[in-house]
């Protein structure tokens, strides 16, 4: 029997996670005009850059996929305080399903603001549900905490030589290898699908669900 914990801190479901996360950035940025889905310090840097140069109209490209995403978070915690008492019940399940959904939906979708910013709501929820990988602090819609631990990792273990700290190396730049092996197969899917590629990343989503579904609650 598993804790909560172990299977939303799980390496495979990690994996999964973080190559939908990779899918997403590179779906949006490439497809619905050149928006950051995910990383919205992109989003706000350019909502700034646009706001200065008086092009409002433009601001709103980024300003909605902003708002999105904190909707996607808040959901979450309404999700997580709803449903984390309920014995033998995993609330992650419910936050998976919703975004397979939400993606499923945006391949459907011929305006860009609307798509991206259901878009940045699923990354959103997918963020605040899955902060860690095997106790360790991470993301699997963005790079730069990521990258932070990964290289944090790799001084610490030249200077202890401790092979636990080695082990969280590699885990950290595994799952950077694996954000950018998502956004290849982003790249390859928006080339062969265009719009529709971003089913590739629902169809992904289900198979979390299908997994965490399987999973036994303490």
């Known amino acids: 029997m598993e804790s909560e914990n172990e ?82 019940f995993l609330w992650h399940k419910i936050v998976l399903l919703i975004e ?23 990354c959103g929820a997918q963020v605040e549900s899955f902060r860690k990988i095997k106790g360790n602090v991470f993301a699997t819609t963005m790079c730069i905490g990521n990258l932070r631990s990964a290289v944090q990792s790799a001084c610490d273990y030249f200077i202890t030589k401790d092979t636990s700290v080695r082990k969280k190396m590699f885990l950290f730049f595994g799952i950077i290898m694996f954000f950018v092996l998502g956004a290849i197969l982003g790249d390859f899917c928006v080339r062969l699908f265009a719009q529709k590629a971003i089913i590739v990343s629902s169809v992904i989503m289900f198979l979390c669900f299908i997994l965490v579904s ?3 609650v303490k």
């Open 7 to 88: 299977i939303s801190e799980s390496l495979v479901l990690a994996i999964l996670l973080t190559i939908s996360g990779g899918f997403m950035d590179a779906y949006s940025y490439m497809c619905r005009g050149e928006v950051f889905a995910n990383a919205q310090t992109g989003n706000i840097l350019l909502l700034g850059v646009s706001l200065a140069s008086g092009k409002f109209s433009i601001a709103g490209r980024y300003l909605l996929p902003i708002i999105s995403f904190a909707i996607g978070i808040a959901t979450v915690d309404i999700i997580r305080h709803k449903f984390s008492k309920k014995k033998n």
């Open 100 to 122: 397979a959904v939400i993606l499923l939906v945006v391949g459907f979708i011929p305006n860009n603001l609307f798509a991206n910013s259901l878009i940045s709501l699923a």
């Open 214 to 216: 399987k999973c036994k």
